[in-house]
């Protein structure tokens, strides 16, 4: 199967659909990403703070799948922001993954008190001009994060990572990356079995019309509406059943319904608030 690509600020394509590793724990992450590739992912989103890079390198290393078959993303935690932190870091996921450069390197959240998120910014510009990562982006970060970004570096993110689910849709985010040429990544894509998204009505009743199940439904919405999803399970089928999304399409009236399920409010959010996480 074919992913469809989206093309990066730094010319770059990115699979649309990939495979999250969010709380797959160190000893499983090598069973999970090997099952993924053999399902057909080629694009795995992971982070120094899941403490599981090892367990991907591992997955990745013996595949025998081509390096520049894959796309690899991994993220700089909270506390390496400050100084020269970030070079180190990156070093070190780099050892555990087993690369020589990520695809994709991520600021994980802004964490705003702390105000070391323009710096971190800067050496990731660094790391990339390195080759390290062949992109670079951030994640969690709102207009006003971002706009201090561009204005104190001149450097725009490729990506903004940010929970984006139907409930929880973020609208000046994503308003704020159509104007700048940044592309958005919905984590908790499926508002991670917090939020009762698949019983909702639209969800259901789409997935009833096209013979699909409901997180079939909320992922192909994701991609409808053009954004980067990568749904995490250590359960084969669903690793299956959430890349079997490429022989269905829902109708403009059917994604207009999904789109009026978040509540507008901000009362849709699963996870923190990046004002809050410090
Ligand atoms: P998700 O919305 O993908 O939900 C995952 C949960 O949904 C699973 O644990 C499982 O219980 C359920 N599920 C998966 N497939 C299903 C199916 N076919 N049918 C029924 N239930 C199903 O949540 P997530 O894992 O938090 O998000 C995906 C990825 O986003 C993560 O793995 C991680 O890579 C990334 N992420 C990033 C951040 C960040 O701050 N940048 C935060 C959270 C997650």
Redesign the pocket.
């Known amino acids: 199967m074919n992913v469809p690509t989206v093309t990066l600020n730094s010319g770059r394509e990115i699979p649309q659909l990939g495979f999250?590793?969010?709380?797959?724990p160190a000893d499983e992450a090598e069973k999970a990403v090997t099952e993924a590739l053999e399902v057909g992912y080629r694009h795995i989103?992971?982070?120094a703070i899941?403490k599981n890079e090892e367990g991907v390198g591992a997955a990745i290393a013996k595949s025998g799948i081509p390096r520049d078959e894959l796309f690899i993303t991994t993220?700089l935690w909270n506390d390496r922001q400050a100084g020269d932190e970030p070079h180190a870091a990156i070093r070190e996921s780099l050892d555990k993954l087993g690369l020589d450069h990520v695809d994709l390197y991520?600021t994980?959240?802004p964490t705003p008190e702390k105000d070391t998120y323009v710096n971190a910014w800067q050496k990731l510009i660094e790391i990339r001009d390195a080759g390290l990562s062949t992109s670079i982006g951030v994640?969690?970060h709102l207009p006003e994060h971002l706009d201090r970004l561009v204005k104190e570096t001149g450097v725009v993110p490729a990506i903004d990572?940010?929970?984006l689910?139907p409930a929880h849709q973020q609208a000046d985010v994503t308003a704020w990356a159509e104007a700048n040429g940044t592309k958005i990544e919905s984590?908790?894509?499926?508002?991670?079995?917090k939020y009762p998204l698949?019983e909702n009505p639209a969800v259901a009743g789409a997935a009833d019309a096209h013979g699909k199940?409901?997180?079939?439904v909320v992922i192909r919405w994701h991609l409808q509406r053009g954004f980067v999803v990568?749904?995490?399970?250590?359960?084969r089928e669903?690793m299956a059943?959430?890349f079997d999304v490429f022989d269905f399409e829902l109708s403009a009236d059917e994604v207009r319904a999904i789109d009026a399920i978040d509540p507008g409010d901000g009362s849709g959010r699963v996870?923190a608030h990046p004002l809050e996480l410090n």
């Open positions: 999250g590793v969010f709380l797959v989103d992971t982070a899941y993220k991520l994980h959240w994640s969690n990572q940010i929970e689910h984590w908790g894509p499926l508002g991670q079995g698949f199940s409901p997180a079939q990568f749904p995490k399970s250590v359960r669903r059943q959430n996870g």
